[in-house]
């Protein structure tokens, strides 16, 4: 039987990982009012939410519905990064963020009378995150650290080569957990393939 692993990456010791990458002491709390520990702790959320608006298998789903309230409303989850109308949607919708909820840009109102399906990329707590984009973000959020607050071109650069790396190693996680096909398409779904006998087809 293998040996059960947990992963034991957290915030604070992904900061303090950067913070040892630029040769400070480790923290066992957040200061902002530390000025180096602020530059980092907000680098390392600025990069989270960019890696995860990528959008990933761990993070996206589709046709996923959203609701509307006792008021025919439809809040704007706090928690999402971005959206898009699903394909199964009608045409006669065209939905955007405004004033924090929904609204169709095409009946020029707020209100919805049935759920409106998306596609959505969903932002995540880092603790969250699967382990491999913990370590991605942790050596892109020091690479920035280190142009920040050192200058040392020699650290920048392998910074960068390990960043190098987890890109990779999350790449694979991404190819791995997402079941692709070889035309890129996820397990489940098919592309609309190219049918000569339609070119060729006279009426």
Same mark, same amino acid.
């Given at each position: 039987?293998?040996?059960?692993?947990?992963?034991?990456?957290?915030?604070?010791?992904?900061?303090?990982?950067?913070?040892?990458? $630029?040769? @400070?002491?480790?923290?066992?709390?957040?200061?902002?009012?530390? *000025?180096?520990?602020?530059?980092?702790?907000?680098? %390392?959320?600025?990069?989270?939410?960019?890696?995860?608006?990528?959008?990933?298998?761990?993070?996206?789903?589709?046709? &996923?519905?959203?609701?509307?309230?006792?008021? @025919?409303?439809?809040?704007? *989850? @706090?928690?999402?990064?971005?959206?898009?109308?699903?394909?199964?949607?009608?045409?006669?919708?065209?939905?955007?963020?405004?004033?924090?909820? %929904?609204?169709?840009?095409? !009946?020029?109102?707020?209100?919805?009378?049935?759920?409106?399906?998306?596609?959505?990329?969903?932002?995540? *707590? &880092?603790?969250?995150?699967?382990?491999?984009?913990?370590?991605?973000?942790? &050596?892109?959020?020091?690479?920035?650290? !280190?142009?920040?607050?050192?200058?040392?071109?020699? %650290?920048?650069? $392998?910074?960068?080569?390990?960043? !190098?790396?987890?890109?990779?190693?999350?790449?694979?996680?991404?190819?791995?957990?997402?079941?692709?096909?070889?035309?890129?398409?996820?397990?489940?779904?098919?592309?609309?393939?190219?049918?000569?006998?339609?070119?060729?087809?006279?009426?």
């Amino acid at each position: 039987m293998f040996p059960t692993t947990f992963d034991t990456e957290t915030e604070i010791s992904s900061l303090n990982s950067i913070l040892g990458c $630029i040769g @400070q002491a480790p923290v066992t709390t957040l200061d902002y009012d530390n *000025p180096e520990i602020s530059v980092v702790a907000r680098t %390392l959320n600025e990069v989270s939410n960019q890696v995860q608006s990528e959008g990933w298998v761990f993070n996206t789903e589709t046709n &996923y519905p959203l609701a509307p309230n006792s008021h @025919q409303e439809i809040p704007y *989850p @706090q928690n999402v990064l971005q959206f898009d109308l699903s394909d199964c949607e009608a045409p006669d919708r065209d939905v955007i963020r405004r004033d924090g909820k %929904l609204y169709d840009k095409i !009946a020029h109102s707020y209100k919805f009378d049935s759920p409106v399906y998306v596609d959505v990329v969903w932002k995540f *707590p &880092y603790e969250d995150l699967p382990h491999t984009f913990k370590q991605y973000i942790t &050596y892109r959020a020091a690479r920035l650290v !280190a142009t920040k607050l050192t200058g040392d071109p020699d %650290l920048y650069k $392998i910074l960068q080569e390990q960043e !190098a790396m987890c890109r990779a190693a999350v790449i694979e996680y991404e190819c791995n957990q997402g079941d692709y096909n070889y035309l890129g398409y996820p397990q489940g779904t098919r592309g609309n393939n190219y049918r000569p006998y339609q070119a060729l087809q006279r009426y």
